[in-house]
């Protein structure tokens, strides 16, 4: 019983603390993709006319979860500009599952290595 308590209380620091690197990791992003122009292309790419390049294709540097029940979400991840692609890719490519629906995106994830989700990108 007190291995199960200290398992919840590390994770729950270690999920506190990955919230506090998001958070700053995420401020860091939107100066860097303001001061780059990947913020405006980002805006842009929502628009109807620039359905060539709408799907925004992010590396993944790192994931955590609660656990390995808890679903995924864009929340647990860090991740990092790579491209703007054409929606057709996801199609087009046998590596990419669907992960996840919001309200705003359908997140999809890029397997680097076909049948290995250990390493994506998220398209």
């Not at 913020?39 to 060539?52: F, I, Q, S, V």
């Not at 709408?54 to 656990?67: E, I, K, P, R």
């Not at 995106?105 to 890029?110: H, P, R, W």
Request: aromatic share 10%; charged share 20%; with cysteine.
């Amino acid at each position: 019983m007190l291995r199960g308590n200290w398992l919840v209380a590390e994770r729950l620091v270690t999920t506190i603390l990955f919230k506090l690197l998001r958070l700053v990791f995420i401020i860091v992003q939107r100066c860097y993709w303001h001061l780059n122009g990947t913020a405006k292309r980002l805006c842009e790419a929502c628009l109807p006319d620039n359905y060539e390049r709408s799907a925004h294709v992010l590396d993944v540097v790192f994931c955590h979860t609660f656990s390995s029940m808890e679903l995924l979400a864009t929340g647990n991840f860090l991740c990092t500009h790579n491209r703007f692609e054409n929606p057709q890719y996801i199609i087009d490519n046998d590596n990419i599952t669907l992960m996840t629906i919001n309200d705003r995106d359908a997140i999809f994830c890029e397997a680097r290595e076909k049948g290995t989700l250990r390493h994506c990108n998220i398209v």
